[in-house]
């Protein structure tokens, strides 16, 4: 039964076969693709993009991702399991990219929130964020039962240097503001002492 359409500029590796244009996806097949993308139409409506050296089993109602990433330009019920993660869409219309690297998972929601199943925890992705978790399987620290939505990633990444640099800027700026105002308030100059 043919579930999609692969389409690429170049060659694509469907059930280790090597295809180029386009062709037919029966339920389970594998893609492997090399130096192009490949774009993926199933027949559920969910238009999904497999870039350069990635991989996947890609069936009716969910993708399989081994490697690389996967572009998911709308959900529509589809699931993406990536190492221990089950990743879908909080609406059909969600959007996401899902990228494995050697030791995490990154979702990144392009547009509507994405929910992420990390062993029985529950995680939520916000439209416009992206939060890292790790391939290792390890346990996260234990929660009340009655979180969901934001709750903290399991091997969420520290944030870097340049972007401390910013949120360190961003508060000073808005201390200086307050000062500004409260001396404006008081009648007093904060540059002049009066």
Same mark, same amino acid.
């Given at each position: 039964?043919?579930i999609?359409?692969?389409t *690429?500029? +170049?060659?694509?590796?469907?059930? !280790?076969?090597?295809v180029?244009?386009s062709?037919d996806?029966?339920?389970?097949?594998?893609?492997?693709?090399t130096s192009?993308p *490949?774009? /993926?139409?199933l027949?559920?409506?969910?238009?999904?993009r497999? %870039? *350069?050296?990635?991989s996947?089993?890609?069936f009716?109602?969910?993708?399989?991702?081994?490697?690389? @990433?996967?572009?998911v330009?709308?959900?529509?019920?589809?699931?993406?399991?990536?190492? !221990?993660?089950?990743?879908t869409?909080?609406?059909a219309?969600? &959007?996401a990219?899902?990228?494995m *690297? $050697?030791?995490?998972?990154? /979702?990144?929601?392009?547009?509507? %929130? /994405?929910?992420?199943?990390?062993s029985?925890?529950?995680t939520?992705?916000?439209a416009?964020? =992206?939060?890292s978790? !790790? !391939?290792?399987? %390890? &346990?996260?620290?234990?929660q009340?039962?009655?979180?969901t +939505? @934001?709750?903290?990633a399991p +091997? $969420? $990444?520290?944030?870097?240097?340049a972007?401390t640099a910013?949120?360190?800027?961003? %508060?000073?700026?808005?201390?200086?503001?307050?000062v500004?105002l409260?001396a404006a308030n008081?009648? =007093?100059?904060?540059f002049?002492g &009066?």
């Amino acid at each position: 039964m043919t579930i999609g359409v692969a389409t *690429t500029i +170049g060659t694509v590796s469907v059930n !280790q076969t090597a295809v180029s244009g386009s062709a037919d996806l029966s339920d389970g097949a594998q893609l492997a693709t090399t130096s192009v993308p *490949t774009e /993926v139409h199933l027949s559920s409506g969910t238009d999904l993009r497999l %870039a *350069t050296r990635s991989s996947g089993v890609f069936f009716s109602d969910h993708v399989s991702l081994d490697q690389g @990433a996967l572009r998911v330009g709308s959900f529509n019920g589809l699931t993406v399991n990536a190492a !221990q993660l089950q990743i879908t869409g909080d609406e059909a219309g969600s &959007q996401a990219v899902v990228r494995m *690297t $050697k030791k995490t998972v990154e /979702v990144a929601s392009l547009g509507g %929130a /994405v929910t992420v199943m990390d062993s029985g925890m529950l995680t939520r992705v916000a439209a416009g964020t =992206k939060m890292s978790f !790790q !391939q290792s399987g %390890a &346990q996260p620290a234990a929660q009340p039962a009655s979180q969901t +939505g @934001a709750a903290a990633a399991p +091997g $969420k $990444k520290m944030p870097g240097d340049a972007h401390t640099a910013y949120w360190i800027a961003g %508060a000073v700026c808005v201390a200086g503001l307050v000062v500004g105002l409260i001396a404006a308030n008081q009648g =007093k100059s904060p540059f002049h002492g &009066q």
